[in-house]
């Protein structure tokens, strides 16, 4: 397995050190409320989550992905990050969950994942959860942030996804929505907050919901999406947000490698 970084931004100013550095967390009751995430250590397996444990070698792409994405964030002072493809099956949830674990494996980062994808959500089935929340639900505002998420270590939060919705990009483009994201970026304090979205060319889904955040990652899968698919969607997002980059997933060649 190996993925790629094809492409990404490469402005703005250097974010505070301080500012990433403050003991605000310790002051978030919201956070240490959270429920504790329990994950099927088989699901994670059969789905290749493998920042998880790192038990596996290919977690090192992961983990250059995550210290690229970082980087630009605080150089631009954004926290916000969307995630999509082209089209079904390109591996955006698969990417989604282990740069979420491995953004956990940085100690002075806080990280937020929100499962979207509100048609056909997945973050539950790959790991292997039961107990989801609906959220629909969160997204009107009709259940509590200790509902919606639950956290795995101290530096992570999940929003899982208990069954699709209906109407979504008009739920996802409501004033009731933006009022329930702000709310939980004040409340929560993370330092890096991903959505994983619908494939882009499936839904209107993803164009609701940009005005919601700083960047968005594309999702190509190699050898299945095609260069008119990642050019019409780069152009339609570059358009609308900033595209922090490319991914290629599923890219069977290798660098050659040297003592790893």
């Avoid at 931004?9 to 505070?16: A, E, F, I, M, S």
């Avoid at 550095?21 to 959270?34: A, P, Y």
């Avoid at 095609?226 to 290629?248: A, F, H, K």
Wanted: proline share 3%.
């Amino acid at each position: 397995m190996e993925i790629t970084l094809l492409s990404g931004v490469k402005t703005g100013t250097l974010r505070d050190n301080e500012h990433m550095l403050t003991s605000r967390f310790d002051d978030v009751i919201t956070w240490k409320e959270l429920p504790a995430l329990k994950i099927d250590p088989e699901a994670i397996s059969a789905n290749r989550i493998v920042t998880a444990d790192r038990s596996d070698a290919a977690h090192a792409a992961f983990d250059m992905l995550r210290t690229k994405i970082l980087q630009t964030l605080r150089q631009n002072q954004w926290k916000s990050v969307a995630i999509t493809s082209p089209t079904p099956a390109c591996g955006k949830t698969f990417t989604a969950l282990n740069l979420a674990f491995s953004l956990a494996n940085q100690q002075d980062c806080r990280t937020l994942l929100l499962d979207l994808d509100l048609k056909r959500p997945q973050v539950a089935n790959m790991l292997g959860l039961k107990n989801a929340a609906s959220m629909e639900k969160f997204l009107r505002g009709e259940i509590d942030l200790r509902d919606a998420f639950m956290r795995h270590g101290d530096n992570l939060a999940i929003a899982a996804n208990s069954y699709p919705a209906h109407f979504s990009a008009e739920l996802l483009q409501s004033a009731a929505c933006k009022q329930v994201l702000s709310d939980m970026h004040l409340k929560m304090g993370a330092d890096v907050v991903l959505y994983d979205l619908p494939p882009m060319l499936s839904t209107d889904d993803v164009l609701a919901f940009l005005p919601n955040v700083d960047c968005v990652i594309l999702i190509a899968a190699a050898e299945q999406s095609t260069l008119s698919e990642v050019d019409i969607c780069e152009q339609s997002l570059s358009e609308r947000t900033n595209v922090l980059g490319v991914v290629l997933n599923k890219c069977r060649f290798s660098f050659e490698k040297y003592g790893y």
